[in-house]
């Protein structure tokens, strides 16, 4: 049995963390290490943390290390450094497991070998655990499950319709030498890391649920995104357009070129229409997809 490194960044989450942890331990996978960074708390985390190692790890495969605040990106890019494992999972510090995710994952990717990352679906969970949505990417993000299930039309889907939920992803280690790791230009670091996987044809798809993907008032004021994140949301997706193998994706990912010219400016109406346009083109081309898939 491989090792699988679970990485979490941790920063605020004293209410959460444990529940997070827990969920890990009781993963029947049993070859697996757990490392969490403290990107530099303001609350107890670190109490909460050294707590619950204290008392629960009792085969000594919790690394826990605290640093001075510096973000998620380099976070991340840190806990890939320390990580010894075959296989990474991801997982934020106020979600958690269901369903023995890590373990359904790797076996995903033992029988899958062309592929060398997969994400699951997840619950959407509140503060205290009630399910939200028992499908997170159907019914938070908006995705065409059948686009999401086929192998011709999985990667479209992810271009067109962002619908990658967070505790999602585990993927071997040896996908950050070939692709590199997160790009600490951005904020939004995740969909330019997604896009080099779908690129590179290596992310596969579970349909199964692997996570609990938490929704609070916290995290919920922080998804708010700015004209700075839409912003850099575009420069991102025009920076992938010309690796796009299809004409419909490249065509999508260069609108957005439109996106950052309007953005900010007095012009900001326009923006708003080209974005509804470009919505509702790209349903009726998913929905059409549908029919094949």
């Not at 993963?27 to 109490?47: A, F, H, M, P, W």
């Not at 290390?65 to 510090?93: F, H, M, P």
Request: aromatic residues 10%; proline residues 1%; charged residues 25%.
């Amino acid at each position: 049995m491989d090792l699988v490194s679970v990485i979490i960044p941790c920063y605020n989450h004293e209410k959460y963390i444990e529940r997070c942890l827990s969920s890990i331990l009781n993963d029947k996978y049993e070859n697996k290490e757990i490392i969490i960074i403290d990107d530099g708390s303001k609350d107890s985390s670190v109490q909460v943390i050294t707590g619950f190692i204290k008392n629960h790890d009792k085969n000594k495969i919790i690394k826990f290390y605290k640093q001075e605040n510096c973000g998620v990106v380099k976070t991340l890019n840190r806990l890939i450094d320390i990580a010894s494992g075959k296989y990474v999972a991801l997982i934020a510090s106020d979600d958690e497991l269901r369903n023995d995710g890590i373990f359904n994952r790797v076996e995903y990717l033992k029988n899958h070998p062309e592929k060398k990352a997969v994400i699951g679906n997840a619950l959407v969970i509140d503060g205290n655990d009630n399910i939200l949505k028992k499908n997170a990417a159907v019914d938070l993000f908006r995705a065409k499950s059948k686009l999401l299930n086929s192998k011709k039309y999985f990667n479209t889907e992810l271009i067109l319709q962002w619908s990658v939920v967070g505790p999602c992803l585990l993927l071997e280690k040896s996908v950050y030498n070939e692709i590199g790791n997160y790009n600490e230009n951005y904020r939004i670091e995740d969909r330019d890391f997604y896009l080099r996987l779908v690129e590179n044809n290596m992310l596969g798809y579970l349909d199964d649920v692997v996570a609990g993907y938490r929704v609070h008032g916290l995290n919920m004021s922080l998804s708010a995104a700015t004209d700075k994140v839409r912003i850099e949301c575009a420069i991102i997706n025009q920076a992938h357009a010309n690796s796009q193998k299809h004409s419909i994706e490249r065509l999508f990912l260069k609108s957005y070129k439109i996106d950052e010219k309007f953005l900010g400016k007095k012009h900001k109406f326009l923006y708003w229409v080209n974005k509804l346009f470009r919505y509702a083109i790209i349903l009726a081309y998913r929905n059409f997809l549908c029919i094949f898939a």
